[in-house]
């Protein structure tokens, strides 16, 4: 069965830290694209980060420079660490990860496996 679980979301003041886990089971994070999304309310879901089955990575231009996007291989495991975090970064975090074999999409779209998200709240 596959299965993308988040964990690490909380409530922390702005200017703050946390680090966001995506443990996968049932498929192998190491050769996929795996992504961050996050969606808040009344607003359209977005793509944070995404890191592709070579390494390479990419950032919405909302949070370059303060978040970072990394992968454990041997524990199947994608974290997004987020730095300097603000207000406007509130929302439920959502890991995606991209099993199916569809080339004419870009890596980091179309993703048929999703977690149920864990909620972060920037208080100012």
């Known amino acids: 069965q596959v299965q993308l679980v988040e964990s690490g979301g909380g409530l922390v003041q702005a200017g703050g830290s946390l680090r966001l886990a995506c443990a996968g089971s049932g498929l192998t994070l190491a050769y996929l694209s795996v992504a961050w999304f996050r969606q808040a309310p009344g607003k359209e879901r977005e793509r944070v980060s995404c890191?592709?089955?070579?390494?390479?990575?990419d950032y919405a231009d909302s949070i370059k420079g303060r978040f970072i996007i990394s992968r454990d291989d041997a524990n199947n495991m994608v974290y997004l660490q987020m730095n300097d975090l603000k207000p406007e970064d509130t929302a439920v975090y959502y890991c995606?990860?991209?099993?199916?074999?569809?080339?004419?999409?870009?890596?980091?779209?179309?993703?048929?496996?999703w977690g149920k998200g864990t909620q972060v709240t920037i208080a100012s």
């Open positions: 995606a990860a991209r099993s199916r074999h569809t080339p004419w999409y870009p890596p980091c779209d179309d993703m048929d496996n």
């Open positions: 890191i592709r089955g070579e390494g390479s990575e």
